[in-house]
């Protein structure tokens, strides 16, 4: 958890969650309120703690207060435990509009951005609210390449490779096989075999 005392971690911990997982977190809290809504916020709670001492609870009331949502998924989950995100998408079907069905693998209930894309473009998106178990999203019709789950990859999910759902594919869950006579880092957009 990024809100443990600073005792609480190893040395290489320390940097790491504290510095780079913070950064990673704020980043996805950004996308979820969106840059005009987040930078309002960071700037009220700058201006009404400035040259003083703020103590957590304020960092989080200034966030909920600016933006008007409730935030437990980030100052609660994210902050506070070490649960991972793990969205992945089970099943799609189309009726007048496509019918996505999400399982959260992971214990952590974070909202996340469905999308559909086409050409590697954003067609259409809808923000999700966190939830456990399954459930099943409603994205408007249209000509989709696929449906993925956090597109722009601001979520620290774990698994990216189960977020994709290919729309004309016989086996719509799978990436594409790519061969490589080398090895590489993972590609989540691909199915590698060294």
Known sequence: AVNLPSTDYTEINYGTIVYGKTALILKCLEAYLGKAVFDSAMQQYYETWKFKHPQPEDFRNSMENTSGKKLNWFFDELLATSHKADYTITRVTKDKNYTVE????GGLQ???LLAGLKSDSVIASTWVEGFS???SIQ??????DLIKIDPYKKLPEINRANNTYRMRSIFPK????KLQYFAAL?????????
């Open 133 to 135: 178990g399954k459930q």
């Open 174 to 177: 799978t990436e594409p096989l």
């Open 139 to 144: 994205l408007p019709a249209g000509d989709y």
């Open 110 to 112: 974070s909202p996340f």
């Open 186 to 194: 993972e590609n989540p957009d691909r199915t590698q075999m060294f």
């Open 102 to 105: 999400i399982k959260n693998k």
